[in-house]
Each structure stands twice: as structure tokens, then as C-alpha cells.
């Protein structure tokens, strides 16, 4: 079965500086990767996925994640962060093969201080 | 893009009474949706997956007697809660895909049951 973790419950950050939220992911198979956001009382918002390809991948709001298959990592970077930014992470992986739910980690709740 | 809806966004109700949530994907055909549950800063747990037109499938520990799930069109899928105890409270999410394969899964705002 496949598994996420997210290591840190909370991270704080300094406005202007860069940020990293961590995920780990264990799959059998090629995963498909994926980071989404949740601001209070609201569904998800899509960041940004790994499918294939560039391990690099850069999603919305200035997001981007590394894809690390030996360290089966897809860590959450952002070159300078803003207090708008506060919200609460979740990174998730699917099984390939279509009309698979999304497995989810714990969540990372983000808090940017101005 | 792709647009679900969930509705009612809030609802309260007495114990013992049972609850209908409705997932509507708006501008696209959905045969599979997911449902998830959030427990206050807890992740998103899947209760469950409707298939239109067939049975749903449910994760394990998840009662399906009490968690009704109808995927009665390609737009819409509903979750009733039968016999709401106050620990049925909590944020109900259903997601679904545009284009299935295509990783692009879309989430509705979320419903937030109170179980009085």
C-alpha cells in the first residue's frame, strides 16, 4: 500500500525567506506525486504534481518540488515566502492506473511571520 | 476548469437525524468521485469511492450502512449520514477528475457537519 509522511507538524518561516515543507512517500511502482493547499474552512487548491519527467517541477503561487527517487522525497520549496502563504500543506501520492483515490500525508500547517 | 461543488457548506443538526451532503462536478461528467473526512487538524481520510451507476467502494472501517453513498448521475454524488452521533462531526470533502488518468483531481469547498 502506498504511504506519505510529512515529518514536520508545523514550520515557521521569516516573510522574505526561502521555505521547505517535507514529504516523504513510499509506493511500490512509479508514483504520482502531488502538493495541494487548505486555507481555514476550504477544500483543497492544487499546487503542483510529479508525474514523469524533469524531477524539478514547478506549480502555482511560486511553488516548486524536487522529485528524489533514491531518497523517495518530493519536498515543497519556495524561494521566499509571504504571510499569505500560512495555510496547511498536505502532499499525496496515487497509484498509476486512473480513477485511483489520492493518499494523503498528515499535513504541514505553514506559518509565515511578517 | 474543472468545478465542484459541495453543498451545504455547514450544517447542524440534532442527534439521531440523518444528514444529506451533495457533491456536483459542474462543467464536466465525473463516473468516479471520492469522499473524504477531516477531523480538525487531521489529514484527509477516504471514506470512500462512487462509481455512477454501481455500488460504492468503501475503505476499511468505514460503515457503509451509515455512510450512504448514491452516484445516482455523472454530475452528482451525495453522502447521507444516517443517525448522526456527535462524533460524526466533521469536514466532509468530495473530490473528482476531469479526464480520468489525466491527475488533475479537483476538490470541492468542503462540508462541515455539527452534530448536536
Known amino acids: 500500500a502506498q504511504s506519505v509522511a510529512q515529518p514536520e507538524d508545523q514550520v515557521n518561516v521569516a516573510e522574505g525567506n526561502p521555505l521547505t515543507v517535507k514529504c516523504t512517500y513510499s509506493v511500490s511502482g512509479n508514483p504520482y506525486l502531488f502538493w495541494y493547499v487548505q486555507y481555514p474552512n476550504r477544500g483543497l487548491q492544487f499546487l503542483l504534481k510529479?508525474?514523469?519527467?524533469?524531477?524539478l517541477v514547478k506549480g502555482s503561487y511560486g511553488f516548486e518540488a524536487e522529485f528524489n527517487k533514491s531518497q523517495t522525497s518530493f519536498h515543497l520549496k519556495k524561494p521566499s515566502a509571504l504571510v499569505s502563504d500560512s495555510a496547511l500543506y498536505f502532499c499525496?501520492?496515487?497509484?498509476?492506473?486512473?480513477?485511483?483515490?489520492?493518499?494523503f500525508g498528515k499535513g504541514t500547517r505553514l506559518s509565515v511571520i511578517a | 476548469g474543472a468545478v465542484v461543488s459541495q453543498h451545504p457548506s455547514r450544517v447542524i443538526c440534532k442527534s439521531g437525524t440523518s444528514v444529506k451532503i451533495e457533491c456536483r462536478s459542474l462543467?464536466?461528467?465525473?463516473?468516479?468521485m471520492f469522499w473524504y473526512r477531516q477531523f480538525p487538524k487531521q489529514s484527509l481520510m477516504l471514506m470512500a469511492t462512487?462509481?455512477?451507476?454501481?455500488?460504492?467502494?468503501?475503505e476499511q472501517g468505514v460503515e457503509k450502512d451509515k455512510f450512504l453513498i448514491n452516484h445516482a448521475s455523472l454530475t452528482l454524488s451525495t453522502l447521507t449520514v444516517t443517525s448522526a452521533h456527535p462524533e460524526d462531526s466533521s469536514f466532509y470533502i468530495c473530490s473528482a477528475e476531469m479526464v480520468p488518468g489525466a491527475n488533475v483531481l479537483t476538490f470541492g469547498a468542503g462540508s462541515r457537519l455539527t452534530v448536536l
Open positions: 462512487s462509481n455512477e451507476g454501481s455500488k460504492a467502494t468503501y
Open positions: 510529479y508525474i514523469t519527467g524533469d524531477n
Open positions: 462543467d464536466f461528467q465525473a463516473t468516479t
Open positions: 499525496a501520492v496515487r497509484l498509476q492506473g486512473g480513477n485511483t483515490p489520492l493518499v
